[in-house]
């Protein structure tokens, strides 16, 4: 069966230019703001999922959601740390265990608003559990039982006082800032500190969280359901990727229904206008389908070339879009952890993901768009439409 | 002298195109309505605030309790004439999506220091008179089809019962604010119940007090009240700040974020996107209209008169998809309240935010319409007569 | 200049630069004809028929000398007062009808009026009017696609006479025309010449569509004037009462 040219379809898109563009642009609009919606919620889930590893081991209150809300007394944390036979003991002779102290506290930012940033108070055992996770980039490790932090990367730039040589004063004890580290997750976003320390100064002797590397070949499926039943501190058990997984859902969620939000109310004006431009092809090019049809083409040949050309416009529309939404890429933005309510910085990510979804949800813009237009012309009779002139 | 049919005429000739193109506009314009809303919403409490309040919270984070040896010292500071303590309760209705905010709170002192907060069911004397009583924001029970002598029950995530049931709190009123100082979706029950429980031991979870709300008595000035608050927890135990009450409204739209920006961005796009969707729609038009610009001016009608032609047109189609627009937003609003009321209590479109709307379509349809309204006006007689149609 | 010349045109050019060459349309012509003629306008293609009538209808601008109008030198005119002068002094009868297609006949017919000062209904009484004294009164609500090439000719021709202008130009109104539609709209012009004492200006191609006029005006190439053929007996095309 003929087809018709696609050449014919190109070139009635060339000739009605100026349509085509703001057709392939206002698409091209509409799929950028969408596509950087997605590029958000990919930052800020790569930020928390790929960060999270496996073999750390985290240990909450039982019912707790995150470490704000997870609370252990520091003798409950202590019973805790010493009923498990699991954690692996390296040469020195400490099991790789460590209770943590977490607390959003206010801080200014360095454009003058206030904000919650996550400050940790740890132990040294914590740095040794992270490993690589957490890297010293600037002064020094903090000292046992001195009254130091060191700041997270992506605090230096966003909030007062978060340089090293500064003082930052937690209620009323000032802490010196020795040190910047670098983590791929939300650690970077965040002020650490000695444990024991950080909780006098915010007159808060509790803890709230236990983190571990467990002994190769650990049944941690087993070790959740015994401190599930503990009879002293019960808790909950779960592997840190896990863990950051769980924090990421509520923005995700947000994001992902701002983005459906989005793409179904801006996918239907962009429709209209996809819809509006191939009805004026049709218009212009009802002679030509009249002489498509009288030299014998089928009317599904005509209906399939009207369909390309609003493919055509989609996808030039998607690729205009994905060019629009790519110098986000690795832009620094900041967004509140709705768990923990604190705000964390990451960069925007235009993944392969995101451009496939925004390429595809153009080409579904000019594929409903185009059906209508198509159906018309299909229908036509070819003594109509040459009379049509 | 602009011929009106001709303006009405024209724009009713292509029927599909005219109705496509005035859905897409008021689906924008809807679209641009309700992210105005959200950041209003966000705001509302800091424009309603009440400026004979005083808010008393920790200095260091909103996490961190005050203890309650801080109110009977409060309430002899100059000038307080009245304190109701406020503790963030953080429980949920059956699952930990049905969020939405509880406190504990001074029942009685509650009506005192909040005048705005009315009954629309139930009555204030049976809230005091329980001591498992609460009220509940009508917007909220709406939500939960909760009514006055049902019993409540809500989960603590952050005060679990020792034995891990519900809490159980018995429906006295549903409450409704003549401010947006309180939103409608909370929950308010007897502060003494959250501390008996606390001392029973029949639950767990932080003690002491979230914020203290001071109501400053008349002829006193607040920022008097709050440096004297300050000075007199200066040297700890806990360090607290004592702010205006729209400050610390502003505190919480600050550590949001920059959600304003987010939706700016949106907005900038869906208005780009539909400014090339009416100005497509527009330029088609006018292109079809070439040769009877050409008789309209060989008649004698004025080069003024055509471009009024071709600007009205815009101005009607535009008029009429934003306020078809700006109708489905004040339609939705009730719906879309409920929707996100947990997220965005307030949520509400204002004059302001209509007004907004109609600006942004009356820019909209002279930008669409000022390039084809030139051209008509530069077009010269002859050359437009040479046109076809 | 005779005290009944309508139209009086002294050294009027014209020319057009295509490519960088300048192409002489008209070549300081002069030209006077009388109020109350029928003047068809002949010539062979680039004698500058159009152009010419273009000139005298205010559509465009001569490069120089003077257009006088009634007494008038529309060539001095600025773009509003140009505009003004046409709405008020000429009716246009073009070759593609030119009828507004969104538009019934009865609005098509109306247009011109909305540059006066009459009322809406006195507005409605002078195009249906217009509408009967070419026979189109009963498609007053149709638009130009529900009629027939001739019938859109004199829903122009209503158009152009419904100001009540003293000039009527016609640019080959009957092109498009089939013998008997050309006919009845010769014929209409022929009477709006004689009862209407209408000064009409009409360019055609077509010899027997000349043969209507009460006098020819033949251009000859690179625009200058050739002879005027005064015609003793013009070839009546009848009443237009009952066309079709």
Redesign the interface.
């Known amino acids: 069966m003929a087809l018709v040219p696609l050449s014919y379809n190109l070139r009635s898109l060339a000739v009605r230019w ?2 085509t563009l ?2 392939v ?3 091209g ?2 799929v ?2 969408l596509a ?2 997605l590029a ?1 919620q990919q930052g800020f889930e790569t930020l928390f999922t790929e960060s999270g590893r496996d073999d750390v081991i985290v240990f909450l209150r ?4 995150n470490e ?2 997870s ?1 252990f007394s520091l003798e409950r944390a202590q019973i805790l740390m010493k009923s498990l036979p699991e954690v692996e003991t390296p040469e020195d002779g400490q099991p790789l265990i460590g209770a943590e102290m977490y ?4 801080r200014t ?1 360095t454009d003058g ?4 940033v996550p400050i940790r108070g740890v132990s040294q055992r914590s740095f040794d559990i992270y490993g690589d996770g957490v890297r010293i980039v600037e002064g020094r490790r903090l000292a046992s039982g001195a009254d130091e932090v060191v700041v997270g990367k992506k605090l230096v730039e966003r909030i007062r006082d978060c340089q090293v040589g500064r003082t930052l004063t ?3 004890t000032p802490f010196q800032v020795v040190g910047v580290f670098d983590s791929d997750g939300p650690f970077a976003s965040e002020i650490w500190g000695d444990r024991d320390r950080i909780g006098e100064a ?3 002797p509790v803890l709230n969280r236990v983190v571990a590397i467990l002994k190769p070949g650990t049944d941690l499926a087993d070790l959740a359901a015994r401190m599930d039943a503990d009879p002293q501190v019960p808790c909950k058990v779960l592997t840190e990727k896990e863990y950051l997984t769980s924090q990421t859902s509520a923005l995700s969620f ?1 994001l992902r229904g701002l983005g459906f939000f ?1 793409a179904l ?2 996918g ?3 429709v ?2 996809a ?3 191939m ?2 092809a049709l218009a212009s090019r009802t002679y030509e389908i009249g002489i498509l049809l009288a030299l014998g083409y089928r009317p599904y040949a005509i209906f399939l070339s009207f369909l390309f050309e609003a493919l055509v416009l989609g996808l030039a529309g998607g690729a205009v879009g994905c060019v629009l939404a790519l110098p986000l890429n690795g832009v620094d ?4 952890n709705f768990q923990t ?1 604190t ?1 964390v910085a990451f960069a925007f990510r235009v993944t392969p993901q995101v451009m496939v979804t925004a390429v595809v949800f153009a080409l579904i813009l000019g594929l409903v768009g185009g059906t209508w237009p198509a159906l018309r012309a299909a229908s036509m009779r070819p003594t109509e439409a040459m009379r049509r002139v | 002298m602009i011929p009106f049919t001709l303006v009405t005429k024209n724009l009713a000739k ?1 029927k ?2 005219f109705v ?2 005035v ?3 008021a ?2 314009i ?2 641009l309505c309700v992210l105005r809303s959200l950041v209003v919403a966000l705001n509302a409490g800091v424009a309603d605030a009440a400026a004979n309040r005083v808010i008393v919270q920790s ?6 309790q005050m203890p309650q040896s801080y109110g009977p010292k409060l309430k002899l500071v100059d000038g307080v004439s009245s304190l109701v303590r406020w503790n963030w309760f ?1 429980g949920y209705y059956q699952d ?1 999506s049905n969020f939405f905010a509880q406190f504990a709170t001074d029942p009685k002192e509650l009506f005192d220091v909040y005048p705005e907060l009315y009954l629309v069911d139930g009555t204030k004397e049976a809230f005091l008179a329980d001591r498992k009583a609460c009220l509940v924001g009508a917007e909220t029970a709406a939500k939960y089809g909760i009514q006055v002598g049902d019993s409540f029950p809500i989960i603590g ?2 005060y ?1 019962t020792t034995d891990g049931s519900a809490w159980d709190f018995q429906v006295a009123g549903i409450y409704r604010s003549k401010k947006k100082s309180l939103d409608e979706n909370t929950l308010f029950f007897h502060y003494d119940f959250l501390e008996k429980s606390l001392e029973s031991g029949a639950a767990s ?2 003690d002491g007090v979230g914020i203290f709300v001071l109501k400053v008595a008349p002829g006193y000035q607040p920022v008097e009240v709050m440096s004297e608050v300050d000075a007199l927890f200066e ?5 607290v ?1 004592a702010t205006s009450e729209s400050e610390f409204q502003a ?1 919480f739209v ?5 959600v304003p920006l ?1 939706v700016s ?2 907005g900038g ?2 208005m ?3 400014l ?2 009416v ?3 527009m ?2 038009s006018a292109r079809e209209q070439t040769r009877d610009i050409g008789v309209l001016k060989a008649l004698g009608f004025t080069d003024g008169s055509v471009f009024g032609i071709l600007i009205l047109q815009a101005f009607v189609l535009c008029g009429l998809g934003g306020a078809l627009g700006i109708l489905l937003a004040k339609m939705s609003e009730p719906g879309m309240a409920r929707a996100i009321g947990s ?1 965005f209590p307030g949520y509400q479109v204002t004059m302001p935010t209509l007004l907004e709307a109609g600006g942004a379509t009356l820019a909209i349809g002279f930008l669409a319409g000022i390039t084809p309204a030139l051209r008509a006006r530069a077009l010269s007689v002859i050359d437009a007569l040479r046109a076809v149609r | 200049m005779t005290a009944n010349s309508m139209i009086r045109l002294r050294g009027v050019t014209k020319s057009y630069s295509r490519g960088g060459e300048t192409l002489t349309v008209l070549d300081r012509l002069d030209l006077d004809m009388d109020e109350g003629g029928f003047y068809a306008l002949m010539g062979p293609s680039g004698s500058g028929k159009t152009t010419l009538l273009n000139l005298i209808g205010g559509l465009d601008r001569c490069d120089e000398g003077e257009i006088g109008i009634e007494g008038e030198d529309i060539a001095r005119m600025d773009g509003p007062e140009l505009a003004a002068w046409r709405a008020e002094k000429v009716g246009f009868v073009f070759q593609g009808f030119n009828l507004i297609p969104v538009l019934t006949a009865q609005e098509n017919v109306e247009l011109p009026l909305l540059l006066t000062n009459l009322s809406r209904r006195e507005r409605r009484e002078h195009a249906t009017l217009a509408l009967e004294m070419v026979g189109l009164a009963d498609r007053r609500g149709h638009r130009p696609s529900q009629l027939s090439g001739g019938q859109e000719q004199r829903v122009a021709i209503a158009r152009a006479l419904v100001s009540d202008p003293h000039l009527i130009l016609a640019d080959e109104p009957t092109g498009d025309l089939d013998r008997k539609s050309a006919d009845d709209v010769l014929g209409l012009l022929q009477r709006l010449n004689r009862e209407f004492k209408k000064t009409i200006l009409m360019v055609t191609h077509d010899h027997e569509a000349a043969q209507s006029a009460r006098a020819i005006v033949h251009m000859e190439k690179g625009g200058t004037l050739g002879r005027i053929e005064v015609l003793a007996a013009p070839t009546d095309r009848g009443s237009a009462r009952s066309p079709t």
């Open positions: 100026s349509a703001l057709t642009f206002g698409i609009a509409t950028a703001v950087g919606v958000l039982q019912g707790a959601t704000g809300d609370v607390l959003a506290v206010r930012k608003g206030e904000t919650n937690l209620n009323t915010l007159e808060r947000v989005l109310v801006m239907t004006a962009a209209f206008t819809t509006n431009t009805l004026a933005t900041g967004a509140m309510f705000e | 292509h599909l195109r496509l193109t859905l897409s506009l689906v924008a809807f679209l200095k260091v984070s909103l996490f961190v953080g930990p995530a952050l679990p979870g932080p040297n700890g135990p806990q360090v700040q505190q600050s550590m949001v974020g920059n987010l961005s949106i796009g869906v780009i996107a539909i090339l969707a100005l497509n729609t330029l088609m997220m």
